[in-house]
């Protein structure tokens, strides 16, 4: 049995680890990503180098080598279409092809959908094209001293939503901001301005073969770049879920409630004709009226797809198997009944300017023996042991899961203590509940 990894992060590593526990992994990354290439070379796969968007040469490449089934979980991939293309080669696949993804490269899409399942699920906004309607949209969403926010309608990494308050020092700013995304026509050359809303922050990964849904725990992510949330807006740098499935600002009805969002989402999209498989991760508010959309991931969540494959205790290539026949069902994903916590070392200049290549030396074996899984992202292998930080971005995940939170955190930062030696960065205050 042969599957394919497409793409290089984190997040793909933690895939392509319990798909290797099965099947002969083979990977299609922009980089030589250490934790994909030992487990392509242990299974006795083999990995390409290449534009992880060409949709093209993947199903080229998947189809020269008789691949069995794909996963594909990353977003420029999906926007990219490298689902459809994988489809038309007749290889079997889980994620969504470049429409049922459009819920997470289209915000306005994404709000319209909210709009159709729940209208009251969404905060106040507005859609805005042109610089002409920026002004008033600010002013108006801004009424009432309420702080605004800046959100690309297309894809940013995660890098482009700007608030007033944290990111922006006023409503001048956020004009300026908004204004440069819309005349570049980068990211999709149009923003929405929406209120700010002030409450806690949480995901639910639904994993679904279009009908079937499956919820895990809900996940903290912490998507700002220092300690107690301060600095820009990044990729998370680290998330933890709790035994039990909630986390401590959220309750039962809440978590219920915005699964039965996240399940509506992705049968309103399948009713629509859009083909959508794999993971849907939400994000949401807690707020006191019940939660409210942040932004819909057609893909899992990095961090947070890390600490569901962590907790999983099952079979992923059967999953993948289930997810692809519409025969998914909750006794394939058997999940630990405990806590989890991810922590990420990133570039100092991660999510502030282009830097320089970083070397690290980090100890595997030694991490593994303390019960902590190693995600490769944005690094590649010098010599053995011996890494370099690839771009200015996150570089290596740190992953474990507990009975207790509080045990997870100390045996992860204990293992970052002990087995990493370089100039890497890391926040300090993941999972400090
Ligand atoms: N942690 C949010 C994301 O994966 O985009």
Redesign the pocket.
């Known amino acids: 049995m042969k599957s394919l990894i497409v793409g290089h992060g984190g997040r793909e590593s933690a895939l392509g680890m319990r798909m290797a526990q099965s099947s002969t992994l083979y990977a299609f990354m922009g980089h030589v990503n250490p934790t994909l290439a030992h487990l392509v070379s242990d299974t006795g796969g083999e990995y390409a180098i290449g534009d992880v968007c060409d949709a093209l040469s993947i199903a080229d490449y998947a189809s020269s080598n008789s691949v069995d089934i794909a996963m594909v979980s990353s ?1 420029n991939p999906l926007e990219a279409g490298v689902v459809d293309a994988l489809q038309a080669e007749g290889i079997p696949v889980v994620g969504p092809t470049r429409d049922g993804a459009e819920i997470e490269w289209n915000k306005a899409f994404s709000r319209q959908v909210v709009s159709k399942i729940e209208p009251t699920a969404n905060p106040q906004y507005i859609l805005v094209r042109d610089v002409e309607g920026l002004a008033d949209a600010i002013s108006d969403m801004s009424r009432d001293s309420r702080e605004v926010v800046i959100k690309p309608v297309g894809l940013t990494g ?1 890098k482009g939503v700007k608030v007033v308050g944290p990111h922006l020092p006023d409503n001048e700013a956020a004009y300026e901001y908004g204004s440069s995304i819309i005349l570049s026509g980068q990211a999709g050359g149009a923003v929405i301005v929406e209120e700010r809303l002030d409450a806690p922050e949480f ?1 639910i990964q639904a994993m679904t073969d279009g009908k079937k849904v499956v919820f895990p725990p809900a996940t903290y ?1 912490y ?1 700002y770049r220092y300690d107690g949330d301060s600095g820009p807006g990044t ?2 740098m680290g ?1 933890y879920s709790m035994a039990g499935g909630l986390l401590p600002f959220l309750d039962k009805s809440t978590y219920e409630h915005a699964c039965q969002i996240t399940e509506d989402a992705i049968h309103y999209l399948v009713r629509s004709g859009r083909h959508f498989t794999g993971c849907m ?1 939400a ?1 949401f508010f807690a707020t006191e009226e019940g939660p409210k959309v942040i932004e819909f ?1 057609s893909r899992f ?4 797809g890390l600490n569901i494959m962590t907790l999983f205790e099952g079979d992923w290539v059967d999953v993948m198997y289930a997810m692809h026949h519409g025969k998914l069902n909750d006794l394939l994903i058997p999940l630990a009944g405990e806590s989890s916590v991810v922590v990420y070392l990133v570039s100092p200049e991660y999510a502030l300017k282009q830097g320089n290549p970083h070397h690290f030396s980090l100890d595997n074996g030694r991490a593994s023996a303390a019960g902590v899984s190693v995600y490769f992202s944005s690094a590649c292998e010098e010599s053995p042991g011996q890494f370099v930080t690839v771009g200015t971005s996150r570089a290596v995940a740190f992953a474990t899961c507990a009975p207790i939170l509080a045990d997870a955190r100390e045996r992860v930062y204990g293992v970052i203590e002990s087995v990493v030696d370089g100039s890497l960065e890391y926040r300090k205050d993941i999972a400090l509940v």
């Open positions: 977003d995660g995901t992510d998507p990729g998370g998330s991760n994000g991931n969540g990095d961090p947070e």
